[in-house]
C-alpha cells in the first residue's frame, strides 16, 4: 500500500465546487471531500476514489449549499408579471401592424413545426397500434442478387408450414397471400383485393372488428371485410350473415358469407386489409400444389414467439430449409439466410427489405421537411429579433424610467423575455388554429398521409412547451441583452446611439437572406424540374395507348375482334404483362456464366409497334414462326450493361431454355422517373396467359375510343368490372405528386421572401430613425435626395452582396444534391433558378429601401431637427 | 412532527451529532450513519441537512482543529441546542405513546 498522501483528488471538481458553494460553508466542505478522498483511498484504486470524489462533487449540487439562489426572487412576482403583460400588451397594441406582421411570421413558422412534427410523429407511430408487436416477426430471407446481398420480405411457400411443425418455440404462423379476385354482391361485381391468410392473422395482428369474431376465420367458407368494403358494398348497415361471391381461379365461383368488420383501421398504418378468407382456399383454387413448392413465394410469412431470444435457435435450425431451397429447386434465389424483422420497426427498415408486406408510400421528396421547417422557425425568429430591436426605440424611455426605479439589468432581460415569450404564446395559438384549418387540410393530399396533431400524445405537449421556450428565449434573448445595456442617464440625456452600428442585427439579416435564397431557388428549380419531368419521354407512345385488363384467352379475342372493327384502332397487341401495370423479372445466364437480374415482359408480336417503342437494331418478333418462342428483343441498356458489341444473335439462358436476341429498343421507362431504367427485355407469351390488351388509337381519339371499349366490355362480360384506362395517367399519381411538390415548394418560398422582406424592412428603418437628425441637417445643408438615397443604400450593399455571395453557391449545391436524391433523371441543372431566386431578392431589397427613402424625402425637416 | 419541521433524515442526522459529540463534523456523521444505516449516503445529502437544522436553530457549530488529512482545512464541529434536545425528546415520547398504543396482537 502507498502513501495516500501522495495522491491528490481531481481539480476541477474542486474548481466548480469554489464556484457554487457559499463562502462561509467553503472551508469544511473542502475539508470533508479531502478527508473523504483520503479514506477512499484506503479501500479503493486511485481512479476509483477520483471518480467518488467527482460525483460526490455533483451531489452536492443542492440549494441551501449554493450561492445567490434566493436572490432573483422579488418578493411579489406576481405583481410585476402583471406589469410586464400590460406593458406589452399596450406596445402591442401601439403598433398594431408591425405586432400582427411579427405574430403572424411566428406562428406560420410554429405551425410549419408543428406539421412537421405532425410528419414525423405519424411516420413513428405506423402499425404500432398492434398488441404483439415486439413478439411478432416478419420472415425475411437474404438473397445475393448480382453481388449484393438483398433482404426480401417474401418467404417460401412451404416454410410456414413447416415452421409451425418443426419449431416448439413458435407460438402462431400467419402466411399472406393477396390476390386481385372479381367479388360479386348482388349485382355489383368489382375486382378487389383478397388477402388469403391463416386464422391467426387477427390474433398477431390485432386489428379490433366492428362487427363479428376474429375466430370465425378459422372457418374456409367465411370471409372478413374492412370498414370501408363493408360501406362500400353494404352501406351503414350490419353485414354479418350476407353472401359474397368470390372467383377463385381455377375452383371457380365460390360463396362466402361475411362474418366479420373490422373497426376503421387506425390512421398511422400500412398493414391492413381489404377481404380476409382463410388460407386454404389457396390450395383450392391453385391446385397446382402451389403451397408445397419452393419455387413459389407467398407475400408474407408473420410468426409469433413466447420469448424473442428463442429466434436464435430458430434460426439456427432454418439452416436446413436453405438446403432445401438452395439444392433442390431454386438456383438462381440462391438463399444465404433467414432472418426475422420484428413488426414493431418493419416499417421503419422497409426501405431495405424488398417487397415486404409494410409498404412505404415513395415521399423521399418530404425528406427535406424538417429543414425547411427549421429554416422557417430561424427566418421568423431573426425577423422577430430585427422589428423588435426598432419598435424599442420607442420604449427607451419607458426603459430609463424603469431603471431610474431600481430595476437592474437582469430586470429588464425578464421583462422583455416574458414579453417575448407571451408574444409567442400568442403566435403558438395562431400557428395552432393555422395548423388545423389551413396547413394539414393542405398538407395531407401533398404528403399522402392522414396526418393528425394528437392532443392525448403527452410529447405534443411537451413539443410544444418547447417550442415555446425555444423560440420566446431564441428570438427574444438579443433584443433584452441589447435594450438592458442602456444607461439611464444617457437615456434621458438622448445620447444614446441607437442602432447606428450593430453588425448583429447585420448578420441576422445576412443568414435571413441566405436562407431564402435557398427556398427561393428551390421552388424555382422544383416548377423547373416538374416541367422538365413532364416533357421527359417515356420512351414510348403513352399518349395514343388505353389498356385493358382481360381475365382470359376467349376474353381477349372476343374484344380484340370487336375493336378491330373499330375504325379509331392503329394497332392491337395482347400480353402477359404490361408496361407500367405488370412487370416480371428474370435471371439471365450467359454463356460465360455471368448472371443478370432483367425486367421481363411477355407480349405478343404487336407490342413493340402497338407501345411505340423504337427498334433500333434487328427485327420484330414474328408470330407464325415457332423458332421465335425462343427470341427476345431487348433494350439498349441491357445490350451495354451485357456489354454486347454485336447483339444480334446474341444467346443466353432463361431457367433452362436457350433465348437468342433478334432485336435491340431503345430505352423506355418501365417504372415512374424516381427510378432509373433498369434492363428489359420482351419475349413472346402464350395465348392463353393474356392478360392485358393495349390499343394504339388515332390521335385525338383517345376519348372516344375509351367509350367505345367500355361499351363493348359491358356488352361482352357483364360480370366482370372493366378495368382499363389511359397509358398517360399510369403514372399519374407520379405526375400528381410532382406537381404537389411543386407547390409546396412555391407557397414556402413566398412565405421566406415575405419573411426576410420584413427583416430588411425592420432592419432599414431602425437604421433610419436612428439617423433623423443627421438626414434632417443634410437636408437643411442642401444635400440632394439622391445623395440621401446612396448614403442610405451604400450600408447595405455589402451586406446584400456578401450574404448573395454565399447564398448562390449554397442553394445551387443543396438544391442539386436533393434533386440528384430523389430523381433517377433529374433535370440537368443551370443557375437560372438561382438567378431568379437572386433578381428576386434584389427587387423586393430595393423595393424595402426605397420606401424607406421616401420616408426621410417627406419627412418634417423641423419634426426631424428638434429630435434630442 | 409538522410542527417541529424535523424531518426523518434530518432527526437522524441531529441524533447522531448528540451522539458524536466533539467528533461530530461532516465527514464523521457520514461514517457513523452509513454503519447504522447500512446504506451509503453523499456529503451533500448530510451538508444540506446540517445546514437546514442549523437555520432553524438546531444546531450550533464552531470551527474545530485542521488536519493533514484534510489537506489543511479546519473541521467544523456541530453541537446541538437545548431547543433540539427538546424536540427530540417530545419526538421520542410522541412515538413511545403511540407503540405503546398499539395492541398486542397486531406486535406478532
Known amino acids: ?868 | 412532527m409538522k410542527k417541529t419541521k424535523l424531518g426523518e433524515f434530518e432527526e437522524l442526522v441531529l441524533l447522531t451529532v448528540a451522539a458524536l459529540q466533539e467528533d461530530a463534523y461532516g465527514v464523521e456523521i457520514k461514517r457513523e450513519l452509513e454503519t447504522r444505516l447500512k446504506e451509503k449516503l453523499s456529503v451533500g445529502s448530510i451538508q444540506s441537512a446540517l445546514k437546514r437544522m442549523e437555520e432553524k436553530g438546531f444546531l450550533t457549530s464552531e470551527f474545530g482543529e485542521a488536519t493533514q488529512k484534510r489537506g489543511g482545512k479546519r473541521k467544523r464541529i456541530y453541537a446541538t441546542t437545548s431547543y433540539a434536545h427538546q424536540v427530540l425528546a417530545e419526538m421520542r415520547d410522541i412515538r413511545a405513546g403511540l407503540w405503546e398504543a398499539i395492541p398486542n396482537v397486531s406486535l406478532t
Open chain 1, 1 to 868: 500500500m502507498k502513501q495516500p498522501n501522495h495522491y491528490a483528488p481531481p481539480k476541477w471538481p474542486l474548481r466548480l465546487l469554489r464556484l457554487f458553494v457559499k463562502e462561509e460553508y467553503l472551508e469544511e466542505i473542502e475539508g470533508d471531500m479531502e478527508e473523504l478522498f483520503q479514506d477512499n483511498l484506503e479501500t479503493l484504486s486511485y481512479r476509483q476514489a477520483r471518480r467518488m470524489y467527482t460525483w460526490e462533487m455533483i451531489r452536492l449540487m443542492r440549494p441551501l449549499i449554493m450561492k445567490n439562489i434566493r436572490i432573483t426572487l422579488s418578493p411579489n412576482p406576481y405583481g410585476m408579471f402583471k406589469n410586464y403583460f400590460k406593458i406589452s400588451f399596450r406596445s402591442l397594441m401601439r403598433n398594431p401592424l408591425s405586432a400582427f406582421i411579427n405574430i403572424m411570421g411566428l406562428a406560420v413558422a410554429i405551425g410549419i413545426c408543428m406539421l412537421v412534427y405532425a410528419f414525423i410523429a405519424y411516420d413513428n407511430n405506423i402499425d404500432q397500434f398492434h398488441t404483439h408487436k415486439h413478439s411478432v416477426y416478419l420472415t425475411t430471407f437474404f438473397a445475393d442478387r448480382e453481388g449484393t446481398l438483398q433482404q426480401y420480405g417474401q418467404t417460401p411457400g412451404p416454410l410456414g408450414q413447416m415452421l409451425k411443425e418443426d419449431f416448439a418455440q413458435i407460438k402462431h404462423v400467419c402466411r399472406i397471400e393477396d390476390r386481385n379476385l372479381v367479388l360479386k354482391y348482388g349485382d355489383q361485381v368489382f375486382t378487389e383485393r383478397v388477402r388469403y391468410t391463416d386464422p391467426t392473422f387477427l390474433e398477431m395482428l390485432t386489428f379490433p372488428l366492428k362487427w363479428g369474431t376474429s375466430q370465425s376465420l378459422a372457418d374456409v367458407n367465411s370471409v372478413i371485410l374492412s370498414e370501408e368494403m363493408s360501406v362500400k358494398y353494404f352501406g351503414a348497415t350490419n353485414p354479418i350473415g350476407e353472401n359474397v361471391h368470390i372467383k377463385l381461379g381455377n375452383a371457380g365461383t365460390k360463396t362466402f358469407k361475411v362474418m366479420g368488420v373490422a373497426a376503421p383501421f387506425p390512421k398511422a398504418h400500412a398493414i391492413d386489409f381489404d377481404f380476409l378468407i382463410n388460407f386454404e382456399n389457396l390450395r383450392l383454387s391453385e391446385s397446382d400444389g402451389a403451397l408445397h413448392d419452393w419455387n413459389t413465394l407467398v407475400n408474407a410469412t408473420l410468426v409469433q414467439v413466447e420469448d424473442p431470444s428463442d429466434l436464435k435457435i430458430i434460426q439456427q435450425g432454418m439452416d436446413k430449409y436453405k438446403v432445401l431451397q438452395n439444392k433442390e429447386v431454386q438456383k438462381d434465389w440462391a438463399i444465404s439466410s433467414f432472418a426475422f424483422e420484428p413488426l414493431a420497426t418493419l416499417h421503419k427498415n422497409s426501405a431495405q427489405i424488398r417487397d415486404d408486406i409494410s409498404v412505404d408510400p415513395p415521399i423521399e421528396s418530404l425528406v427535406a421537411l424538417p429543414v425547411i421547417g427549421m429554416f422557417m422557425l430561424a427566418l421568423a425568429c431573426f425577423n422577430y429579433i430585427n422589428i423588435a430591436l426598432v419598435s424599442t426605440t420607442k420604449r427607451l424611455k419607458e426603459i430609463g424610467v424603469r431603471k431610474v426605479i431600481g430595476a437592474n439589468r437582469v430586470r429588464i432581460m425578464i421583462q422583455f423575455l416574458v414579453e417575448n415569450i407571451s408574444v409567442t404564446f400568442f403566435a403558438l395559438v395562431l400557428g395552432f388554429i393555422l395548423t388545423i384549418t389551413v396547413f394539414l387540410p393542405w398538407f395531407i393530399p401533398v404528403s399522402g398521409r392522414e396526418l393528425e396533431l394528437n392532443l392525448i400524445d403527452s410529447n405534443f405537449w411537451v413539443f410544444l412547451l418547447a417550442i415555446l421556450f425555444f423560440t420566446g428565449i431564441a428570438s427574444g434573448l438579443y433584443p433584452a441583452l441589447y435594450i438592458s445595456r442602456f444607461d439611464a442617464v444617457k437615456i434621458f440625456t438622448g445620447s444614446v446611439q441607437f442602432g447606428k452600428k450593430n453588425p448583429l442585427t447585420k448578420l441576422f439579416l445576412g443568414i435571413q437572406l441566405v436562407l431564402s435564397c435557398i427556398l427561393i431557388t428551390g421552388a424555382v428549380v422544383y416548377m423547373q424540374n416538374t416541367t422538365f419531368q413532364t416533357m421527359r419521354s417515356w420512351g414510348y407512345n403513352q399518349r395514343d395507348v388505353l389498356y385493358v385488363n382481360i381475365p382470359n384467352q376467349s376474353a381477349y379475342e372476343h374484344l380484340q375482334d370487336k375493336m378491330l372493327q373499330n375504325a379509331n384502332v392503329r394497332s392491337l397487341a395482347g400480353s402477359k404483362d404490361h408496361l407500367g401495370k405488370k412487370i416480371s423479372t428474370a435471371i439471365i445466364h450467359t454463356p460465360a456464366n455471368r448472371q443478370y437480374e432483367v425486367e421481363q415482359l411477355a407480349v405478343d408480336a404487336h407490342y413493340v409497334n402497338t407501345m411505340g417503342l423504337q427498334l433500333s437494331d434487328g427485327r420484330n418478333f414474328n408470330d407464325q414462326s415457332e423458332n421465335d418462342k425462343h427470341t427476345v428483343i431487348v433494350n439498349e441498356l441491357l445490350v451495354k450493361n451485357m456489354e454486347l458489341s454485336n447483339p444480334i444473335g446474341h444467346q443466353f439462358r432463361i431457367d433452362s431454355t436457350k433465348y437468342q436476341i433478334i432485336g435491340v429498343v431503345k430505352d423506355f421507362h418501365t417504372h415512374s422517373f424516381y427510378n432509373p431504367i433498369r434492363p428489359t427485355l420482351f419475349k413472346l407469351a402464350d395465348k392463353k396467359d393474356y392478360q392485358f390488351l393495349s390499343v394504339q388509337v388515332k390521335n385525338g381519339s383517345q376519348e372516344e375510343t375509351y367509350q367505345a371499349l367500355q361499351t363493348q366490355w359491358a356488352a361482352l362480360f357483364p360480370d366482370s368490372p372493366f378495368q382499363g384506362g389511359y397509358q398517360e395517367d399510369v403514372w399519374g399519381i407520379f405526375f400528381s405528386q410532382l406537381a404537389r411538390m411543386e407547390e409546396f415548394t412555391r407557397t414556402i418560398a413566398c412565405m421566406a421572401v415575405l419573411l426576410a422582406s420584413l427583416g430588411l424592412y425592420g432592419l432599414v428603418s431602425l437604421n433610419v430613425a436612428g439617423r433623423v437628425r443627421e438626414f434632417s441637417i443634410r437636408k437643411v445643408l442642401g444635400a440632394r435626395l439622391l445623395d440621401l438615397s446612396v448614403t442610405i443604400a451604400r450600408q447595405y450593399l455589402v451586406l446584400i452582396v456578401s450574404a448573395l455571395a454565399i447564398g448562390v453557391p449554397v442553394s445551387y449545391m443543396l438544391i442539386h444534391t436533393q434533386l440528384n436524391m430523389m430523381f433517377a433523371y433529374p433535370m440537368p441543372m443551370d443557375f437560372s433558378g438561382v438567378s431568379i431566386a437572386v433578381l428576386l431578392l434584389v427587387c423586393v431589397l430595393l423595393g424595402v429601401i426605397s420606401i424607406q427613402i421616401r420616408k426621410v424625402a417627406k419627412s418634417n425637416l423641423v419634426k426631424g431637427l428638434k429630435v434630442e
